[in-house]
């Protein structure tokens, strides 16, 4: 199958998909007329990176969960191993989201958002690392 019908089916965008097979994720035969052509283990492999990276994988990361994937010796310890520690990055970064919500939500409090020019909200920033 062409690109087109290989983003179809996998609801990548053209793009992202050319992204994925020059960093090798992908490797789609080519014809002889030098067209990719797309089987239905690359949209597989291509449904499994776009559920990864909604998932907040990095590339890298996307990287060696292919290779697990492929490999029928691992272990599913190291699967788990490796879902945790994306466990443990979206645990903090929540915390730091929530920060960062509350400290905006305080500034806008304070703000009176009228017309006047004194802004409480780019005092604050300006004033140098939020707390």
Same mark, same amino acid.
């Given at each position: 199958?062409? $690109?087109?019908?290989? #983003?179809e089916l996998s609801g990548l965008p053209v793009k992202t998909?050319?992204?994925?097979? +020059?960093?090798?994720?992908?490797?789609?035969?080519?014809a002889q007329n030098g067209y990719r052509t797309y089987s =239905?283990?690359?949209? /597989?492999?291509?449904? &499994?990176? #776009?559920?990864?990276?909604?998932?907040? &994988?990095?590339?890298?990361?996307? !990287? /060696? *969960?292919?290779?697990?994937?492929? +490999? #029928?010796?691992? #272990?599913?310890?190291?699967?788990?191993?490796?879902?945790?520690?994306?466990?443990?990055?979206?645990?903090?970064?929540?915390?730091?989201l929530t920060s960062m919500k509350n400290m905006l939500s305080?500034?806008?409090?304070?703000?009176?958002? +009228? =017309? !006047?020019? =004194?802004?409480? $909200? *780019?005092?604050?920033?300006? !004033?140098?690392?939020?707390?």
């Amino acid at each position: 199958m062409n $690109i087109g019908t290989a #983003s179809e089916l996998s609801g990548l965008p053209v793009k992202t998909i050319r992204y994925y097979e +020059d960093i090798k994720l992908v490797k789609p035969a080519r014809a002889q007329n030098g067209y990719r052509t797309y089987s =239905d283990e690359d949209v /597989l492999y291509l449904n &499994f990176l #776009s559920r990864a990276r909604k998932l907040g &994988f990095s590339v890298d990361e996307c !990287r /060696l *969960l292919l290779s697990l994937y492929n +490999d #029928s010796d691992r #272990s599913s310890s190291e699967v788990k191993a490796l879902a945790l520690q994306k466990v443990d990055t979206i645990e903090t970064k929540i915390v730091e989201l929530t920060s960062m919500k509350n400290m905006l939500s305080k500034l806008a409090k304070s703000c009176h958002g +009228d =017309d !006047r020019p =004194d802004c409480p $909200i *780019l005092e604050e920033i300006a !004033r140098g690392p939020l707390k």
